[in-house]
């Protein structure tokens, strides 16, 4: 990003380009943290359901479909 910017400013106020403003930088770093956190979460339900698999599998022989929808 510095480098565009460094060629927005050397080519002057003749391109439709602007730096990006720092609103623009925050929704950027907001959403990389949200992205972040919501793979995280992810990370832990596929972990939480595979646990729960595994414990019925023993007794039950567990669901085809849960599994299919785990593996997906």
Known sequence: MGIAYREWEASGPATL???????Y????????VILFVLSIIAIIVVDVVNRKRVSHS???????????????
């Open 58 to 72: 023993g007794r039950t022989g567990g669901s085809p479909q849960l599994l299919a929808q785990v593996s997906v």
């Open 25 to 32: 930088q925050l929704v950027m770093l907001f959403g990389s």
């Open 17 to 23: 380009t602007p730096p990006p403003t720092p609103g």
